[in-house]
């Protein structure tokens, strides 16, 4: 490594552990951050000599990444971002902070792919999903996936780990040689009735899609889940226990296990890692405060909020919504959610845009009631689980409430 | 389908366009409908199914490019929807949905044919218009000020045969100075995705001009009022 990346990497180190002293935060941003002031390659030069996955899409890749670096840790040392810090500053201090480990597993915010798949030259990329995210700055879900396409297709030796069940990744995904492709299920199809090659409808079916006016279309998994399991590319089906609820990180883990398997890790050796992950970044955390068992579940957009409605309890649930800047400013994405399903339980608002989830729950014959505090909340709901269902900013206030419980 | 007195409500093309939160339009008319007793059925129509003609409320969203050229070029070639509005139909039409109802607007780049109903054409802008939008409405219509969030490249001409929707007091709306248009029946705005959440009261007007009532009985708007004087002032206009 040349001198100025040392230095650099010190400088990274450094500044991230005195963020963490200071509480400030996790120190995973500003360290890469004045790193890759002192050395713009920083990134290129930390990469070089390790064995990386890449982790991309719109909802599930901090989890996913968890899981991946988990099962990777067979085979030795694994660097990561574990705290969903996904941008190339954050990449920076994850490898600078790790050391010298032979692999490494990295979220990749998926409008930085491009860019990360050039610096770190990956052995394999993972595509999980494309869906609306923060319109009101994100890519239109149609560009993003032109944008992972000619990033693709700059790298045809990386070998690329992609949901077939989601057309936008398939389309992104199909000019690449090496694709391992599997079913981790699409909860969320409103972005993806129009085929992104043809313009035409695409038709589903039983888990099947297809494009009506051209060759777009589903191709044949892999991987996939079935049951409480995983099938593997040879047909063989693995039991998959998990902490993590919900049949969505049943198809994380699936994801995983085929990312690790490009690395010649098996599923055998790899599921009880899998088994160790308990929560993600405060993700799925539990919590006991004043007799009752809080629980967090973080939901950024109109998919991961279905997702989240199908692993929470039939219990109290506080719904906490900001729209600062990583949320997005606008809120319109509310009424892309169906509510309905919180109508057998009590239900409390909170959070900066609180009314306009009001004025949401109210269209939706949601009964709620509105507190002005995470501890307010707490003092209302009986002892017992408290479901905590928040989007990100949201989610911080209250993870900080929890001592940044991770 | 229905008997005379429900009212019917046509969603045009969720497929197509419905990227902004569309749905709370329909969802907010209905339950508006049905707080006052009006019997009411929602339609979805899809692109792959003929437009009818004969609903009393036609609403069309927000979408990206690609799929605001399809659905204009769709509802040409279908022409239910332009018997709809000489009918008499009421109409609200959002972002891109409410570009298409002009003579022409731009998508990936090239001029594209609008449906002719509003008298108006979009192009592009120079920048993108995103954030808060605030408007006095105009006084004719009799309805507090206009709040949304907007998210458009474009930019609109009216013609004379359209009448601004509102003057803007923040934000961009059509050019910086009037945002949407009106006709007849006809709402158009760049108040994108579930605007009728924050302005109620254009709800109503849509209701009663759908069956042809001066007032409607009142609601609680308890949250409603709530969430406008929360955007109106964050809009700081």
């Not at chain 2, 339950?31 to 339609?43: D, L, N, S, T, W």
Request: hydrophobic share 45%; aromatic share 6%; glycine share 10%.
């Amino acid at each position: 490594m040349p001198l100025r990346a040392k230095v650099a990497t010190s400088v990274s180190k450094t500044a991230a552990a005195l963020s963490r002293a200071a509480g400030r935060g996790d120190g995973s941003v500003i360290g890469g951050w004045l790193g890759l002031k002192i050395d713009p390659d920083l990134l290129s030069h930390l990469a070089a000599g390790r064995a990386i996955a890449l982790v991309s899409g719109t909802n599930g890749k901090t989890t996913t990444t968890r899981l991946a670096a988990a099962a990777l840790g067979v085979l030795g040392p694994v660097a990561t971002n574990s705290f969903g810090a996904n941008m190339p500053t954050g990449h920076t201090s994850a490898l600078a902070k790790a050391g010298a480990t032979p692999f490494a597993v990295l979220e990749v915010d998926e409008h930085y792919l491009a860019r990360v798949i050039d610096e770190t030259n990956p052995r394999v990329v993972g595509l999980l999903n494309l869906s609306r995210d923060q319109l009101d700055r994100a890519k239109e879900v149609a560009m993003m996936a032109q944008l992972w396409r000619t990033a693709l297709a700059g790298h045809p030796d990386v070998h690329v780990v992609a949901n077939a069940d989601d057309p936008m990744v398939v389309w992104a995904a199909t000019g690449s040689s090496h694709i391992t492709w599997f079913s981790a299920g699409q909860r969320w199809t409103d972005d993806s009735w129009v085929c992104p090659e043809s313009g035409h409808p695409i038709e589903r079916s039983n888990g099947d899609w297809w494009c009506t006016g051209c060759w777009l279309r589903r191709p044949a998994p892999q991987w996939r889940v079935e049951d409480d399991g995983v099938v593997d590319p040879r047909g063989d089906w693995h039991l998959v226990k998990l902490q993590l609820p919900g049949r969505v990180n049943l198809g994380n883990a699936a994801t995983a296990l085929a990312v690790a398997a490009e690395f010649g890790v098996r599923p055998i050796e790899a599921l009880p890692r899998l088994s160790g992950v308990a929560s993600v970044a405060g993700r799925y955390a539990q919590v006991d405060r004043d007799g009752r068992n809080v629980r967090l579940l973080l939901a950024k957009n109109p998919a991961s909020w279905l997702e989240a409605f199908d692993m929470a309890e039939q219990a109290p649930t506080l719904l906490s919504i900001n729209a600062r800047d990583p949320d997005g400013f606008d809120t319109s994405w509310l009424y892309d959610v169906d509510f309905a399903p919180l109508r057998d339980r009590p239900v409390l608002i909170t959070g900066d845009r609180a009314y306009d989830l009001a004025v949401r729950l109210e269209v939706n014959a949601v009964p709620f009631r509105h507190v002005l505090s995470f501890e307010e909340a707490i003092q209302l709901v009986p002892p017992g689980r408290l479901e905590v269902i928040a989007n990100y900013t949201a989610f911080q206030d209250i993870r900080a409430e929890l001592d940044r419980v991770n | 389908m229905s008997t005379e007195s429900t009212l019917r409500i046509v969603w045009i093309y969720p497929d197509l366009l419905s990227t902004y939160g569309d749905r709370g339009n329909m969802l907010i008319l209905g339950r508006r409908a049905a707080m006052r007793g009006i019997p009411v059925e929602c339609y979805e129509v899809r692109s792959d199914q003929p437009m009818p003609a004969t609903a009393d409320i036609y609403l069309i969203g927000g979408g990206e490019d690609g799929p605001q050229a399809l659905a204009a070029q769709r509802l040409i070639n279908d022409g239910g929807l332009h018997r709809a509005v000489n009918q008499g139909a009421a109409v609200l039409a959002i972002c891109a949905g409410y570009q298409l109802f002009g003579h022409s607007f731009f998508a990936k780049g090239a001029k594209c044919a609008g449906l002719g109903l509003l008298d108006l054409h979009s192009d592009r802008g120079e920048t993108r218009a995103v954030g808060e939008l605030r408007g006095d409405i105009d006084p004719r219509l009799g309805l507090p000020a206009l709040t949304g969030f907007e998210n458009h490249g474009g930019r609109t001409h009216l013609g004379p045969a359209a009448t601004p929707l509102a003057r803007v007091t923040a934000g961009i709306g059509n050019d910086g100075q009037t945002e949407g248009a009106w006709h007849g029946k006809i709402l158009g705005t760049y108040s994108h995705g579930p605007a009728l959440a924050r302005n109620p009261a254009i709800a109503d007007l849509l209701l009663r001009w759908a069956i042809g009532a001066d007032s409607l009985s009142p609601v609680d708007d308890t949250w409603p009022d709530r969430l406008r004087a929360e955007r109106l002032a964050a809009a700081g206009a």
